[in-house]
């Protein structure tokens, strides 16, 4: 049986990469309220201010950049802001009020950092673009991660592998979310610059 989650009960997308890395992290974030900013934080803010423009849209050699686009998916249960979505012309992809011809969608997350070996950016930016397809009834099989510190973009597929994961995390974030469960900690290497 498929859930689908009424829109006060949508959880924040960017979410799912505090999940995966650390459930006691997201919990302390999104169940318990609890946040403090510190210097990893704040660069991520810095990185981000770049693509916080939502009334900013460019076309450029046939692809169209939105920045700061809204997504939700009712069935995923979860709901935010893609930092950046390329429309590139396809012919299996969707059309855009006010352009010619069909465009495919692929969400482009900015990340403060550098690729990691754990697979959470790439969860929040398959979710976000589970979330398009959802809301555009279109299939996307790849978008983009952009690291600040190495000023690179990696493409990155998204598998089915890669969807399973994601649908689990977010059915386990909103159980953890209805019971008000905060896990206890498991102390790793990344509780150093733990927000």
């Known amino acids: 049986m498929t859930t689908e989650y009424s829109p006060e009960d949508l959880l924040p997308l960017s979410g799912i990469q505090h999940f995966l890395f650390c459930r006691r992290q997201w919990a302390l974030i999104h169940v318990e309220r609890q946040w403090q900013e510190n210097a990893l ?5 810095i990185l981000h201010s770049r693509v916080d423009d939502p009334f900013f849209t ?8 939105a920045r700061s686009v809204p997504v939700a998916s009712p069935l995923l249960g979860l709901s935010g802001v893609c930092d950046v979505v390329k429309f590139t012309q396809s ?3 969707v059309r855009l009020p006010g352009y010619e011809g069909t465009f495919l ?8 950092g550098k690729q990691k070996q754990e697979p959470s950016d790439e969860a929040q930016l398959c979710a976000q673009a589970i979330c ?4 555009l009834a279109v299939s996307i099989p790849s978008g983009y991660l952009y690291y600040g510190q190495t000023r690179r973009r990696v493409a990155i597929a ?7 994961l994601v649908h689990k995390a977010a059915q386990e974030m909103h159980a953890y979310f209805q019971r008000g469960y905060t896990p206890r900690v498991k102390p790793f290497k990344g509780c150093r610059a733990c927000s």
């Open 105 to 112: 969608p692929a969400p482009v997350e900015y990340k403060r």
């Open 158 to 164: 998204f598998t089915d592998a890669l969807r399973e």
């Open 58 to 65: 460019e076309k450029r050699k046939g692809v169209i950049v």
């Open 41 to 45: 934080t704040a660069e991520g803010k």
């Open 132 to 135: 398009l397809e959802d809301m």
């Open 91 to 93: 012919a299996e992809g």
